[in-house]
């Protein structure tokens, strides 16, 4: 059997494996690339390369990174700041027609930045505002696809656990990835705003006003709103300013979380204990998925699928701009039936190197990258974001995803000016060492 024949059969399986079988995509990733490796370079060889691999992944101090900034999410998931940060926007825009789908957007946009997870965002968010919007008469559909597309800004928007994935594979600056993701983490913010806004105005059943809160709630929603502010300003101004690593800044934001969550009393043994444990949980996931690429992109590598894709693109004579494009339909596409960060790291070592010769930025196209991936959060037939917002605010999956469908030209526009203005988003990471 050739290496490519080969490489096609994985794929094959791996895609077959993923509609069928309920196995974790690390352990995929692992089989697959293990076994794939023994037929090209034997099996002695493909041990070594799997006891390499994830000896270097699990032991690697970089990767520290990971579980502080998921731990800082958890503690904020735990000890309700979610809640407050809606409660706090609702009461100064929630009176205008729309206006709690606004603050929920708005709430998830401000939660992604101290969470960086879509499904923690959309499991809160799903408790948190869902029922006021029902309340209010919001339109089913139109509800549930305000949440879960408010949820994918967490991919985007500093801190971003995708972005320090990403980082890590590519050998990029984790805090140059932190600093891009906010100029286009706030263009998608806005669109989702005026998306609403659009829709609340040509549909107005779809989005009636809320009651129209008191000063007095509008400043005691304050304190909650306060909070997230200093969180992000401490971990993104951290950062910005030099003062801290990305492990620092995570650090320093869980023991700001942490004192946050103890001063209000949001959070007792139990719920730190759950929130230890969902941080072990994800972050060992996590490890896994990056061991597991790990050895399927050596199997890859082995093959030399790079480099024959790199050789036909020559052949083939190619705009680059098109084949641009061609990738992001890749990751659309791909985004649609697997997880965004498993897309991304079986992909990276075929499309990065690609990308980097045919001379576009690689920090630029990683944070193309971000906003393009997270498009799959709400996308069928795969949509995490989607799945958990129907779970938690027991509605029909289909309406759900008939929601989301209102909030893809906005994804698709965010995409359009990334790819007009590239200067843009590198103007934040341009001002960073």
């Known amino acids: 059997m050739s290496a490519a024949v080969l490489v096609l059969a994985s794929v094959f399986l791996l895609m077959a494996a993923i509609c069928y079988l309920r196995m974790p995509i690390g ?64 009461a100064w825009i929630g009176h205008r027609r729309g206006g709690i789908a606004a603050a929920t957007v708005a709430a998830c946009g401000a939660f992604a930045t101290i969470c960086g997870s879509n499904t923690a965002t959309a499991a809160t968010m799903s408790v948190v505002s869902l029922p006021e919007m029902r309340r209010y008469g919001y339109q089913s559909a139109f509800a549930s696809g305000v949440i879960a597309a408010g949820t994918t800004l967490g991919a985007v928007i500093p801190p971003s656990v995708v972005a ?39 549909r107005p ?36 300013s030099g003062i801290f690593t990305p492990t620092e800044a995570g650090g320093a934001g869980s023991a700001l979380a942490l004192l946050f969550a103890f001063a209000r009393g949001g959070l007792n043994g139990k719920t730190l204990a759950r929130a230890v444990m969902e941080t072990l949980n994800v972050s060992a996931m996590i490890f896994l998925l990056l061991a597991g690429a790990g050895c399927y992109g050596k199997f ?35 985004g649609m039936i697997m997880d965004a960060l498993a897309l991304l790291l079986i992909t990276l070592p075929i499309f990065f190197p690609l990308v980097q010769g045919m001379g576009y930025d690689p920090l630029w196209f990683s944070l193309l990258l971000l906003v393009v991936t997270t498009l799959g959060a709400i996308t069928p037939p795969v949509g ?28 698709l526009l ?10 843009m988003v590198l103007w934040l990471p341009g001002l960073v060492d």
């Open 300 to 334: 890859l590598s082995v093959s030399r699928t790079p480099f024959m894709v790199a050789e036909w693109v020559q052949g083939a004579a190619i705009a680059p701009f098109t084949l641009l494009l061609l990738i992001l339909l890749v990751y659309i596409v791909g």
């Open 205 to 240: 059943d779809w989005g009636p006003a809320g009651i129209k809160a008191t000063w007095r709630e509008r400043m005691a929603g304050l304190p909650g709103l306060l909070e997230a502010v200093l969180l992000f300003g401490l971990v993104v101004g951290g950062l910005f």
């Open 164 to 202: 320090i994935v990403l980082g890590i594979q590519t050998g990029l600056s984790i805090k140059k990835l932190f600093m891009g993701g906010v100029l286009p983490g706030l263009l998608l913010l806005a669109l989702f705003l005026l998306t609403i806004a659009w829709l609340a105005r040509v």
């Open 27 to 90: 352990m995929l990733l692992t089989l697959l690339g293990v076994a794939g490796y023994a037929l090209l370079d034997g099996p002695a060889n493909a041990v070594s390369m799997l006891g390499n691999e994830f000896w270097g992944t699990f032991s690697n101090a970089g990767l520290t990174v990971v579980p502080l900034f998921v731990f800082m999410g958890q503690i904020c998931f735990h000890s309700g700041l979610s809640s407050r940060l809606y409660q706090g926007i609702a």
């Open 384 to 411: 995490a974001s989607a799945y958990v917002v129907a779970s938690m605010g027991k509605t029909p999956l289909g309406d759900v995803f008939r929601g989301t469908l209102l909030f893809i030209p906005a994804f």
């Open 414 to 423: 965010c995409i359009a000016v990334m790819l007009a203005f590239p200067d």
